[in-house]
């Protein structure tokens, strides 16, 4: 269901984004020595940059698919100056700051309500996250539907079986795609089947 608001959350980032780095973006787009990367964070947690453009309007359309491809999470646009590395550039947005924006985004809107939330997280004052289960038909459990939506490697679900304090307990998107090798309709479909239960609960081997 979420997917139906991916365009309309994906303009409301790049709002968010114009607005905090409208001095920057000024300077950058008339630089000739500057330009905006698509830096992608891969598997084994190296970073490269897989795409240039020289203005932030030339960006946004991208925007979107990158943000289905990799999640809020595992991309970012930075601005980068000769010759173009990754260390150095001024990252525009962080993955946690563009889950506050989701959040609030997506909360503001009346099908929010009809989105997989069961529980909640906050930040702890060491700066952990802390999660937290909510009861559901007699199940206590942990769902969070926009970090399986746009994000890969936030914790989305916790059963009724885990730990919210163990992290051997969680799942993340990835790791309920890797569930079905790669299969990310049918980790879709899984979770929207959980209920507290373990995800492995219904995969067949």
């Known amino acids: ?28 787009d008339t630089d000739k020595q500057v330009c905006y990367g698509f830096i992608v964070i ?28 990799y999640g809020l999470d595992n991309f970012c646009i930075g601005i980068m100056k000769a010759p173009y590395r990754v260390k150095g550039a001024k990252w525009m947005f962080t993955g946690e700051w563009a889950y506050r924006i989701a959040d609030y985004y997506l909360g503001s809107m ?11 997280v906050s930040v702890s004052s060491e700066g952990e996250l802390v999660y937290v289960k909510g009861r559901v038909s007699g199940h206590d459990y942990y769902m969070d539907e926009i970090a399986f939506r ?17 992290s051997d307990s969680w799942y993340t998107h990835n790791m309920l795609v890797d569930l079905y090798d790669g ?16 995800p492995e609960t219904f995969v067949r081997l």
Do not use: W
């Not at 790049?14 to 950058?28: D, G, P, Q, V």
């Not at 299969?183 to 373990?198: P, V």
């Open 1 to 28: 269901m979420i997917d139906l608001f991916m365009e309309q959350l994906a303009n409301h980032i790049l709002t968010e984004i114009k607005n905090n780095f409208a001095t920057y973006i000024e300077k950058a």
């Open 183 to 198: 299969n990310e309709q049918a980790a879709k479909d899984l979770f929207y089947r959980l209920k507290g239960d373990r």
């Open 150 to 166: 746009h994000f890969r490697d936030y914790v989305c679900y916790i059963p009724s079986s885990g730990s919210e304090t163990d």
């Open 110 to 120: 009346e099908t929010y309500s009809r989105l997989r939330m069961v529980g909640s």
């Open 42 to 69: 891969n598997n084994d947690i190296t970073m490269e940059v897989v795409e240039r453009k020289k203005t932030f309007a030339e960006c946004m359309p991208l925007f979107e698919s990158y943000m289905y491809k």
